[in-house]
């Protein structure tokens, strides 16, 4: 879709409800659901991270959604596509200052340069303790991205045409912190899998999208 048209279209957005856990729930395996309900209820102290789901136009103004390939490093998400951003830190004001602070860190994109557009249901992720907030922004007028070598290990550009796709979802046998070789619902995006909180993020965006695209 070209830009301009996604553009219109998507800031409606802004005033429909969120489709909140039961789109999340969506990305999960049901005998997990119930796991995640109780792991939510008696987190204690969870770190604060958030993300930006990113949309941006390509040279040929075709939309595009920006993910990282996280490095491989010892810890539970690593190796992973995620959005690009991270954990708060003190100096943060919100939630969304830290993923525009983190944006900018890992992909190159300052601030300024984004329009925020919705905060989306927090995700909580058991693992690493983590309560995740998400956001999706515009990035009108992009430039090259720049990634942080230390944390990035590539860039995936996706056309938001493949991911609104219904074979973009699809199911993985994965060996995770929970359970070994189960069966996980995943989107396949260019060729990765994208599975455990980013799915479940995208699945409340990609409900979000259906109703004004």
Known sequence: MNFNIF???ISKIENLPLPGEASHHKMVPEFRINELLE???N?????KAAVMALFYPNEQEETHLLFILRKTYKGVHSNQVAFPG?????????????ALRETHEEVGVHPDDI???KE???VFIPPSNFDVQPFIGLYKKPKPF????SEVADLLEV????????ESVTTKKITTSYATNVDVPAFKLNGYIVWGATAMMLNEIKVLLKQVL
């Open 7 to 9: 553009e219109q279209r």
């Open 39 to 41: 792991a939510k209820l």
């Open 43 to 47: 987190k204690e102290t969870p770190r």
């Open 86 to 98: 991270g954990k708060a830190e003190k100096e943060d004001a919100n939630s969304m200052v830290t």
């Open 115 to 117: 329009q925020v557009l």
């Open 120 to 122: 989306l249901t927090e």
């Open 146 to 149: 720049v990634i942080q070598e």
């Open 159 to 166: 056309s938001l045409a493949h991911f609104l796709l219904d």
